[in-house]
């Protein structure tokens, strides 16, 4: 019943998501902690039930972006640790202490500040310490890392439970990779040689779990492909690692409306397409409102009856056209979809992602609030 309400939704298998965890685990081999990092509402698939099913399937600790992610972690399930991987502003340090968040900190005065809220609350503070080898977003500069480490460690309310750092351009360079890399041995070596143990060792995201897998360390950070989306990039990713995780999320809406055009007509705002001969075009019932970009207009492909589609003119708030021309049959009511599979047919969030000239984590994290998404599997554990 509710389904035949609904206009636009995102479909998220959770099924894919808990085997997608269980082939990262394999490939990282055992001993190695697995943090799945569910910033931006679980990259746009719904926070709560993600984290919730990730802790079901067996992840180890979490890393969110700010602290209304975490407190969304907690109200679904106690005692997995949480990264926060953005800098604490001054005024959420306390809050941080008192939600028991392992704050990053990139400075000595950072760390201070948390062993000071430590002395407040009445615990030691567990922080993770990131160093910028070269990202140039967070972090105390490689040069200056140990010596900022060592100073940490004694801070007497901080523990240092975590040193990590981040790569710039995994997917693309692999010289720029091996120089961050090397640089971020080269410390842990140094402060493993002065007797200085950090319990999680961290660099590899995604794109790195699958380029660079000597900065294995002790613990990796993938999103995407936790989500099963692989992350596009210059440096050729073997086919056979790429097809083991499977995409989670399928982003549909529905056929509204559907009418001929004769050659000469134009469509949509701007009349920016103009029909070369008699056309058969679908209303879809989904926007650049509910997250489908409208840098698509023109350019992207939906799949109707599963087959593709072009989408033809400009992309409005909460419609968008498909030429149907070359199927036998269609009717209001069909189910599209923008982002997932049909019959033999696929189109993932990297596909999308090339037709409106951006990245498949902003694909993802781009589907509106107004989406509803609609939970499969995930029963048996
Ligand atoms: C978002 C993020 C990740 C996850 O990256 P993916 O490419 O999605 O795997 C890991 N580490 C940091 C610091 C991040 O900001």
């Known amino acids: ?93 306390d809050q941080a202490v008192a939600d028991r968040v392992m704050p990053t900190v990139s400075s000595l005065e950072e760390a201070r500040r948390f062993s000071e809220a430590g002395q407040r609350h009445g615990c030691p503070v567990p922080v993770h310490v990131k160093v910028d080898t070269g990202m140039g977003r967070l972090g105390v500069a490689l040069g200056n890392a140990e010596e900022m480490v060592v100073a940490a460690v004694d801070l007497p309310h901080v523990e240092v439970v975590g040193l990590y750092t981040h790569y710039a351009a995994v997917e693309d360079d692999p010289e720029f990779s091996a120089t961050q890399r090397k640089g971020f041995d080269g410390l842990v070596r140094r402060l493993r040689e002065r007797g200085i143990p950090i319990a999680m ?90 997250g489908y970009p409208r840098a698509g207009s023109n350019r992207a492909e939906v799949l109707i009856r599963g087959q593709r589609c072009a989408v033809v003119g400009k992309i409005t708030m909460d419609q968008m056209l498909a030429d149907v021309t070359h199927l036998e049959c269609v009717e209001p009511g069909d189910e599209v979809a923008m982002i997932g599979r049909q019959g033999d047919e696929e189109i993932d969030a990297n596909e999308v992602a090339v037709w409106c000239d951006t990245i498949p984590w902003e694909i993802l994290t781009s589907i509106s609030y107004r989406v509803p998404r609609v939970y499969r599997g995930g029963c048996a554990a």
């Open 201 to 290: 060792v961290h660099v590899n995201n995604s794109g790195a779990m699958l380029q660079e897998p000597e900065s294995l360390h002790n613990l990796v950070r993938p999103g995407l492909m936790v989500y099963g989306v692989l992350p596009p990039g210059r440096r050729p990713v073997n086919e056979a690692l790429g097809h083991q995780v499977r995409a989670a999320l399928s982003f549909k809406c529905r056929v509204s409306y559907v009418k001929e055009i004769p050659a000469g007509a134009t469509l949509s705002y701007g009349r920016s397409f103009t029909a070369k001969h008699t056309t058969r075009v679908a209303t879809l019932s989904a926007g650049y409102g509910d």
């Open 1 to 93: 019943m509710m389904q035949k309400l609904r206009r636009c939704w995102a479909e998220v298998d959770l099924d894919a998501l808990r085997d997608n965890l269980a082939w990262i685990r394999h490939r990282v081999g055992n001993g190695i902690l697995v943090m799945t990092v569910v910033k931006a509402d679980a990259y746009g698939h719904g926070l709560k039930q993600i984290a919730a099913h990730l802790m079901r399937s067996g992840t180890n600790v979490f890393a969110v972006a700010n602290l209304a992610e975490a407190e969304a972690i907690r109200s679904v399930g106690q005692g997995w640790p949480i990264l926060m991987l953005g800098a604490c502003l001054p005024e959420e340090v």
